[in-house]
């Protein structure tokens, strides 16, 4: 029987390793990030994880695991994030359950979304809550074999085809293309492996991440075409299965991002849990900056 971890905020590291135990999003994940992005974490005065990216500033304003702040505690942590990146920024990017008072009137929010959950149990195996998806379960377990393998052609060629064929943000694009080396610099992070049980053939894989201690997270999925109904379900519930194994208490399925995504993690049962909302805006010019900018303005008009 796997013992749960303790609270993150009881036991956790500070700074950076202490945000990265207790993560409740990706992008409290330095691993992941620095691998698909380059970008190297820091700690902001108010203690959220930030990226400096170009002439801005990512800042992923969620609370660690058990760790919560009040809203207003929040709101004064952002402002004062914010605040201390001023002067050496020109634009902020801030990620989290809420748009900041902080902002101004102009700053762009997008779209409102949610990071979806599934509580898990003290001990594996992990047993879906609805009989359908058990029985898809069972299904695709006669079909193919779930095992944790290390990344290679077949899955970089699954990766392949399926940017050829969907249209996605350069971004999304950017991401997918380097998931070797995520798993490389990650040793938590895993690819779980569908496999036809008659001809060994790649079906489909999922990553999960088991790098914080109470949050596990479910990353990326990619399926052939041809895979076998209910392929998809059998790697989840493998994950599932880890998480619980390692003493996680809780999986982040990852945004809802359309319908079709929310329906298979409303199938699992799982739950909206944090709110998701990203804005930015820019700071104004100061000093020499702002003389150049002034200069600028007049020789223009």
């Given at each position: 029987m796997t013992t749960a971890l303790p609270r993150p905020d009881v036991m956790a590291p500070s700074?950076?390793?202490?945000?990265?135990?207790?993560?409740?999003?990706?992008e409290q994940a330095p691993a992941y990030v620095q691998a698909v992005s380059g970008l190297v974490p820091g700690v902001s005065p108010a203690g959220f994880l930030q990226y400096a990216a170009g002439d801005g500033f990512i800042l992923v304003a969620y609370d660690g695991y058990g760790a919560e702040r009040s809203p207003q505690a929040?709101?004064?942590?952002?402002?004062?994030?914010a605040a201390a990146v001023a002067a050496s920024a020109r634009r902020i990017t801030v990620l989290g359950p809420?748009?900041?008072?902080?902002?101004?009137?102009?700053?762009k929010t997008g779209a409102a979304d949610a990071w979806w959950a599934l509580?898990?149990?003290?001990?594996?195996?992990f047993v879906p809550a609805s009989g359908k998806v058990r029985n898809m379960v069972r299904r695709a377990r006669r079909e193919v074999e779930v095992a944790v393998e290390n990344w290679g052609p077949e899955a970089k060629a699954l990766v392949d085809d399926y940017l050829r064929v969907r249209c996605l943000a350069e971004g999304t694009r950017y991401i997918y293309g380097r998931?070797?080396?995520y798993l490389a610099a990650a040793p938590d992070a895993l690819?779980?492996?569908a496999r036809g049980r008659k001809d060994g053939a790649l079906r489909a894989f999922a990553i999960g991440d088991y790098s914080a201690l109470g949050v596990a997270f479910y990353m990326f999925a990619f399926?052939?075409?041809?895979?076998p109904p209910g392929c998809s379900d059998a790697l989840l519930n493998a994950l599932l299965d880890e998480a619980a194994k390692r003493g996680h208490t809780l999986l982040n399925l990852g945004l809802g991002i359309n319908p079709g995504v929310a329906f298979f993690k409303r199938k699992w049962k799982a739950r909206p849990w944090l709110p998701y909302l990203e804005t930015t805006w820019e700071f104004p010019a100061r000093g020499c900056l702002a003389r150049l900018a002034a200069l600028f303005k007049r020789g223009a008009s």
């Open positions: 700074g950076v390793a202490g945000l990265a135990a207790s993560a409740v999003v990706p929040w709101e004064e942590a952002v402002a004062a994030s809420r748009r900041p008072a902080c902002a101004p009137p102009g700053a509580d898990l149990p003290p001990a594996p195996p998931l070797d080396r690819l779980f492996a399926r052939r075409p041809d895979s």
